[in-house]
Every structure is written in structure tokens, then in C-alpha cells.
């Protein structure tokens, strides 16, 4: 059995980390993002592209106006299509663009997710009883009753919050210290795990690839005992050897994964550095035309795992329901 920080996890948060951890170093999970607006569109597309679905399929909570891409109105329907996804046969994976305490939802993302919060306001959020505490917990309370749904629906979910701390492009991030981030992502478990019970959760620490201005993984490593895998973002980097190495280094037992992707990686970068658990593409697939051979290949391995060669597609599952996937 594995073993998760959340205390008494689900059963179904249990087995699915046994899988996950049964894989490591073996095979990497097809993963696709699919944005509130989009909905889980992009799943087919990948499908109609590939000829297979992704094992992952990935969704963010938004902080937008309603009816825009990242509108926060579509919250139920992605927790609706995540727990019919869930018994299709992904595995989920949920991030939030929080939006900083000082403001309210909805706002704009240049304007408030990549804001900076002076260093009076980040003393009064990580201090409890302040208002910029109180006004936190209150907007992580109206996340926690979505993930709550999912919890109630035994769906487990890969739980990637505040990606990208290491650097300073979210309010988030660049904040050093044992009262910088490591402090918030402990504050958000405690609230998570403990007052909202959500014990469905596996946690992800997801940092972004190390380049100039972006520090290493371990500066913001809030502790093994709230993280169960990381990962990192690659978009610029080309999957350089140095970053798996350090994050493995840091990981040291635990998985780690390619938490967004802007191309997935070519077939030799997997088997150069075969720990990578999952990657998730975050747009649609990026240079298709240009690389379609390459993506089928990655896509068509045994390496790869996708919607069809997870074990419970093996045996009567998925449920294929909807008609699409028919």
C-alpha cells in the first residue's frame, strides 16, 4: 500500500498513487489541459489527431469574468465532466490561478494573478485572524466545496496548487523563506486536509523548469511530508538534463512528472529520462503538422500510456458513455 500525507486517505486516492508509483520509471502518462472554456473538447481533438485519448485530463479552477476563457461559472461543469471523465477512465488533475487575497474574483490575469503583494499584505495573509487571512480562507473555502464534490464522488484527483512558485510571474511566487511560500502551500494543505476533510487529494509540489531569473526546486520545497510527487512546467528549457536531475535529486523516492508541457516530449527525451510519471500538454498540440510523426510515435509507444492501455480499460473499463467516445 502506498503511502500518502494525507492522513486516512480515499481508497481510491490510495490505489490510484499504488498505480502511479507501479509505473515510475517505466511507462509516462499522455496528458491533455482543457481549460474552463474549453471544457473537455480537447480531448477529442487529441483523439481525432492521434488516434488515442489521453490518460490525463487536466483542468483549472479559472479566476476570469464569466464566459471567458478562464471563467470562474464554468467551476461546476469541469467538476461535473471530471467526475465523468473519472469513470470514462482519466485520471484527473486540478490547478487553481488563485487570486490573490487583496481582491476579489472575477479579475484580470495581468493585472491580479501576476500581481506582487507588498510585504506588509504577505505578513497579514500568513498571519491567522488578519483580514487578508480571513478574506484567503474564504476564497480556498469556495475551491474546497467544488473538490468536495469530487471527494463525495470517490474521484481522486492529482492536486497541483500554486505551480510555478520558483518564479516571480504569480503573485505566489518568489516568496522565500519559511514564511514565503512554503508557508502558504502548508497553510492551503492544513486547510484542505484538516478543516475540509478532503482526504481524495494527492499533492503536487510543481515548480517550473530552472532558466535565468527562476530558482532551483529545493528553494521552495515546502517538506516531504506535505508533497506526494513533483513536477515541473517546460516550455523554453528543451527538457534539459539538468532539471531532472535535480528534481529527482530532490524528490528522492517520490515520483515526479511533467506537470505542463508546451509540446510534449519527443520519444528519446522519455527514454533519456524515464522517471518522468506523466507530461500534460497544456495547449493543443503545439508544431502538430510540423512534428506528427514524432507525436505519433510518442503517442503509439509502450512507453506511453494512454486512455486505452490503463489497467481498468483492460477489464470492461472505461465506461464509454458518452458518444464521442463510443
Known amino acids: 500500500m502506498s503511502i500518502l500525507v494525507t492522513p486516512n486517505p480515499s481508497s481510491e486516492a490510495v490505489a490510484l498513487m499504488d498505480y502511479l508509483l ?3 520509471g517505466v511507462h509516462t502518462l499522455a496528458g491533455q489541459h ?9 480531448l477529442v481533438n487529441v483523439y481525432r489527431m492521434l488516434n488515442h485519448y489521453p490518460a490525463l ?6 479566476f476570469s469574468a464569466p464566459g471567458t476563457w478562464d471563467g470562474i461559472n464554468f467551476r461546476q461543469r469541469i467538476v461535473d465532466d471530471a467526475i465523468r471523465r473519472h469513470y470514462d477512465g482519466f485520471i484527473i488533475t486540478l490547478m487553481w490561478h488563485a ?13 491580479s ?3 506582487r503583494l507588498t510585504d506588509v499584505e504577505w505578513e ?4 491567522p485572524g488578519t483580514r487578508l487571512h480571513e478574506r484567503w480562507k474564504a476564497q480556498v473555502d469556495v475551491i474546497a466545496w467544488f473538490l468536495r464534490q469530487l471527494r463525495d464522488a470517490s474521484v481522486p484527483v492529482l492536486w497541483r496548487p500554486y505551480h510555478e512558485m520558483n518564479g516571480g510571474w504569480f503573485w505566489w511566487g518568489k516568496q522565500p523563506g519559511e514564511t514565503g511560500y512554503k508557508r502558504l502551500y502548508r497553510m492551503l494543505f492544513e486547510r484542505l486536509v484538516y478543516f475540509h476533510g478532503l482526504n481524495n487529494l494527492i499533492w503536487v509540489y510543481n515548480a517550473n523548469e530552472v532558466r535565468e531569473n527562476v530558482d532551483p526546486y529545493a528553494d521552495y520545497y515546502p517538506g516531504d511530508d506535505v508533497v506526494d510527487i513533483l513536477a515541473t512546467d517546460v516550455y523554453r528549457g528543451g527538457f534539459a538534463q539538468t532539471d531532472y536531475d535535480h528534481l529527482l535529486a530532490l524528490a528522492s523516492d517520490k515520483p515526479i512528472a511533467l506537470g505542463e508541457v508546451g509540446a510534449p516530449p519527443k520519444l528519446e527525451i522519455l527514454q533519456a529520462q524515464p522517471r518522468w510519471l506523466w507530461f500534460m500538454v497544456w495547449g493543443e498540440l503545439f508544431g502538430f503538422w510540423q512534428e506528427r510523426e514524432a507525436y505519433q510515435a510518442l503517442y503509439d509507444s509502450t512507453t506511453t ?9 483492460k477489464i470492461g473499463w472505461p465506461k464509454l458513455h458518452h458518444p464521442v467516445l463510443k
Open 124 to 127: 497579514d495573509l500568513i498571519t
Open 57 to 62: 485530463f487536466g483542468q483549472d479552477f479559472g
Open 22 to 24: 507501479s509505473i515510475s
Open 305 to 313: 500510456i494512454t486512455l486505452a492501455d490503463l489497467p481498468w480499460a
Open 34 to 42: 482543457c481549460a474552463p472554456l474549453a471544457g473537455d473538447t480537447r
Open 113 to 115: 494573478i501576476q500581481c
Open 99 to 111: 487570486v490573490p487575497p487583496t481582491e476579489d474574483e472575477p479579475v484580470v490575469f495581468e493585472q
